[in-house]
């Protein structure tokens, strides 16, 4: 996520994508976003989509979606101003939909590479998207404003990440593919397992780190990125449910979250990124006495995992 920037959101946003036919209609939002005290699990982004410009915001802690976009009518086209709003508020739909889903194939289902710059340009994927956040995205708001002769309509759609109306149901086998396609292939601890150690989940602190919240992180180990944690890990229902990981802002917040973590977590300090600055990597001896932390508990599997971010 190249020249990304991490701000808080002004209001309980996740991902906001501002995109018009004629450049952002109103900084208003985006200004004050960037005033607010920084957030390291929200998410700002500026860059283009599609040759449009486009602006994002997202809450990774929440694993909600929330997509804002802009549309215009050619005045010449329409006999009066009611066919002139419905018709932009249209294109401004298409828009939100077709450009949003764009923006998250390139920046999120791809996150085990390091993007650079923009947008891949994968139809597929983001056809796939498109069909799923047409069938379970809400429209949030929507208005129209007159300028110069002519109607900007606003439509903003939200959607979560996980749950059986998300995202990540369907993004999941491009996730796969996209670890597979990296050569990332499970971790396996040497030696026997250890007692029970009782623990009920995971926390990574990476408050030293700059890491970019995604929606599939990994920990992984090694001088070959063996993967500790991931898509390779996680029971596939539990991933959709609950999320790959949660994110937070602080080791008392993510210790608080009983009901992801449970009462006795187990704390791995992270070293460093790895692949791209969405992964972390944790030393070897810390990567086993995770696996057999696991192998006793099964928490895992079941995406009880938290990640701390600064």
Known sequence: MANATKF????????????THAGFAGDEWWQKAKQEKESPTRYAYEGTVSNSPVRALADFENQYLEFEASGTVDMSTVVNQPQAEIQAKEAATVRAYAEAARFVAGMLVKAVYSVQGGILK?????????ATMVKYARE??????????????????????????????TVMPYI?????????????????????SGYTGLIIDARHLSVSPSIAPMILTGSDNKQVYGNLKVGRDFAVERGIAGYYATLEAAKADTDRLGANP????????????????????????LYYADLNNGFLKECRVGIVIK
């Open 176 to 196: 796969d593919q996209g670890v597979k396609d990296a050569g990332i292939t499970s971790y396996q601890a040497p030696g026997k397992s250890a007692e029970n």
């Open 266 to 289: 187990m704390v791995i300090k992270a070293e460093k990124t790895a692949v791209s600055d969405a992964h972390l990597w944790i030393n070897e001896s810390d990567a086993t006495k």
């Open 122 to 130: 994968d139809s597929d994927i983001a056809a796939k998207i498109e």
């Open 140 to 169: 949030v708001d929507d208005k129209v404003e007159w300028r110069g002769g002519a109607p900007l309509a606003t439509v903003k759609i939200g959607m979560l990440f996980q749950n059986r109306n998300g995202l990540l149901e």
């Open 8 to 19: 808080t959101a002004f209001l309980s946003m996740l991902l906001i994508v501002f995109l």
